[in-house]
């Protein structure tokens, strides 16, 4: 009973989610429970990637291996700011390049997200004429409408 006096952290966050469950033993609050799915969205989006990215450079490696040569462009995110500058694609405005990139932390929302313009799952691809720079609420927002529809 004596972890139910730990600080409790502050809603809508994914601490205070795991507060709700673990310290108070009850059903987590609305904001922390849309912490709590936003986090997962978002690791759902970057793992997917990650797994496409990979199987793509496997199939590039097939290709190569084959005689047919498939090109996969390489880019930096300083690539992608020269290229389209530091407007978030989606709503126009400017992102805040030193606020975190995390979801969840103070100011993420606002913070820099690399966002495939046509996603993966879309048939989109890695290259840096489908990547531009987004506000990371933004990029978690279009990615979550896309899961969806
Ligand atoms: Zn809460
Ligand atoms: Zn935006």
């Avoid at 969840?104 to 820099?112: D, I």
């Avoid at 966002?115 to 720079?133: A, M």
């Avoid at 990029?139 to 899961?147: D, G, S």
Wanted: hydrophobic share 30%; charged share 30%; proline share 4%.
């Amino acid at each position: 009973m004596g972890k139910r006096h730990r600080v409790k952290p502050d809603c809508g966050t994914r601490s205070g989610y795991d507060w709700h469950r673990r310290d108070a033993k009850e059903l987590p609050c609305i904001e922390c429970r849309n912490a709590e799915a936003l986090y997962w969205r978002e690791q759902r989006v970057i793992r997917g990637d990650v797994i496409r990215l990979n199987n793509q450079r496997r199939r590039a490696r097939h290709f190569k291996a084959l005689g047919n040569d498939i090109e996969i462009q390489k880019f930096t995110e300083k690539e992608i700011l020269d290229t389209y500058g530091s407007d978030c694609h989606i709503c126009k405005k400017p992102i805040d390049l030193n606020a975190p990139r995390q979801v969840g932390k103070q100011g993420w929302e606002n913070g820099l997200h690399l966002d495939h313009v046509i996603p993966l799952s879309k048939g989109g691809d890695n290259t840096i004429e489908n990547i531009k720079p987004s506000h990371g609420y933004c990029n978690v927002v279009k990615n979550a409408t896309i899961i969806v529809d």
